[in-house]
């Protein structure tokens, strides 16, 4: 056998990539990954009833028709994914690019949209963190995107983007927009799932993985039958493993529990952006989503000392200046991370 590089016989786009970077640190309070501090608890009714050696059902039906009856659309309105990552990636599979989204966002549209080969557009958001209106649709008119991806409320600022702008791009846009609403159920606004009857070109995304389901890997596309048709094409056949699918199913039908866990965070999103406002070297953004951007001096410092004392945030610096991103805990550990907070910044 000859000699070979594995990096230069990677395709060109991929060999500029880096591997997408989820640290596992070891910590005592894990704020960094805008997962639930509440674990769902999952009955062995539940699991007992999978059988192992089969493969799980690949049109996911009880949990689509669960999905569809909570949402109100049917179930082929619906396309499930392995987390709604795996649908980004289906999306850009399908429809390819060139991409357009707003920075700083959600860094997966851009990387996904790199793996794939495809011209990425990024925007920088304005100076309250909202769409630039006119950058946008100039965008859209000059390059004509093929998918456009909102993340509202936006990851990392926190903030819904107006929804007048928001109606203007999915007026103006040729082809698809994707509202992605990861962080909805935490948000007053009430989304865009209504408007779907209004847009054919409008879909949306979301996933059980900020409200206690991280683990599951399940992410589900809402829009048009047609383009899930198109999009449907390209999902493995089970990409949906049926653990994943049978608890799911049952973490939906237990509403109470899901919304009373939902309630919690954001009551305590509240107390912990008022006690931030309350630290003189830490400036929080509104948020409406299930963490919190702070800008904060000297930031690569305080996260550095922070996470000596066992508290993990997510470095933001890179793309918002100075700033730190803290998912919202459980009341205690939201109070060790404001106690240790209130010792390292000053
Ligand atoms: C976390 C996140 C996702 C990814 O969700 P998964 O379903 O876990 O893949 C998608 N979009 C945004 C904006 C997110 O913050």
Redesign the pocket.
Known sequence: MKKFDAKSLARPNIRSLRAYEAKEMPCRVKLDA?ESPFGFKVRQSVIKRISTNRYPDPEARALRGALAKQLEVKPPNILVGN????IIYYLITTFGGPVLFPVPT?S?YGIIGKALGESIIGLPLDGSFDLDLPLMLGALKTARPKLTFL?SPN?PTGNCFSSDRMLKVIESSSALVVV?E??QPFSSDKGFLPMLKDYKNLLI?R?L??VGL?GL?T?YLIGDEAIINEVNKVRLPFNLNSYSQAIAVSAIEDRKAMRSAIKAVVSERERLFEALEGIKAATPYPSEANFILFKVKNSRRVYNKLLKQGVLLRDMSGAVDGCLRVTVGTKAENNFFLKALKEVAR
């Open positions: 805008n987390g709604s990552d795996e959600f997966m993340s990851n992605d990861a962080y995304l996933t993985s900020k991280a890997r992410g």
